[in-house]
């Protein structure tokens, strides 16, 4: 949609979700609270997955319990990757958006959430009607956005297909095309962005970027 101000989604729960050693939910809270008062329009706070697949995140609920959230606090993000996860999180009304994580890489989305595209296909329609029910917006996080390293087909256009396609079917209106594995850079970015939005003018296109230390100032 468009807009003229930028709105900023801060991501706490990935870069935590990565590292081993255990985060004690204390530390968490602590960080992500100071983040509420930084003036972030949303934060990606937590994830309602399971414990085996992302260890760190298995306190979400109770990191959840003790944020000191205003009237005026950032919205809350939680991801998801099956309805059960978004039954979970659909109950918390603390939580504004459900965050699935969608790849146009089948390799990709084999590894991330254990199934196939036509698999994940379901799963959006499944975890758009839960958000249905329960007053929750649906994000779609399209991982692979920016590139492919395991040799699926890839291109600006494929992005704007699948973008479209997930809008045609299940009305999504935000979508974060997601840098997964550090492969963007801005000619990259610009040639994406500049495909993508004049397509889907309904929809807010996000950025969603990891990127080498070398590179984050470009980006």
């Known amino acids: 949609m468009s807009s003229d101000r930028v709105f900023i989604t801060e991501c706490p729960r990935d870069a935590m ?3 081993t050693e255990w985060i004690p939910t204390e530390t968490k809270v602590a960080y992500i609270n100071n983040l509420l008062t930084c003036g972030f329009d949303t934060l990606d706070f937590g994830s309602f997955v399971s414990p085996k697949a992302i260890p760190q995140m298995q306190d979400t609920k109770e990191v959840l319990a003790q944020l000191n959230l205003t009237e005026t ?9 099956n309805e059960r996860g978004a039954e979970e999180a659909a109950q918390y009304d603390e939580i504004t958006y459900l965050g699935y994580p969608f790849s146009i890489s089948e390799t990709f989305q084999q590894r991330n959430t254990n199934a ?3 698999e994940s296909m379901k799963r959006v329609e499944a975890i758009r009607e839960i958000c249905s029910r329960h ?3 649906l994000v779609l996080y399209i991982s692979m956005g920016f590139g492919n390293p395991y040799g699926d087909a890839w291109g600006p256009e494929l992005v704007t297909e699948w973008s479209r396609r997930l809008f045609d079917l299940f009305d999504v209106r935000h979508l974060a095309l997601s840098d997964t594995i550090g492969s963007a850079n801005p000619e990259l ?3 994406v962005f500049s495909t ?6 309904q929809v807010t296109i996000g950025a969603h970027l990891h990127t ?7 980006l």
Request: charged share 25%.
């Open 73 to 81: 606090s950032p919205k809350l993000l939680a991801i998801v990757a």
């Open 212 to 218: 080498l230390r070398e590179d984050a100032m470009a």
């Open 17 to 19: 979700q990565g590292i």
């Open 196 to 201: 993508v939005i004049p397509e889907l003018p």
């Open 189 to 191: 970015v610009r040639s």
């Open 135 to 137: 007053n929750k917006k």
């Open 116 to 118: 196939s595209i036509e």
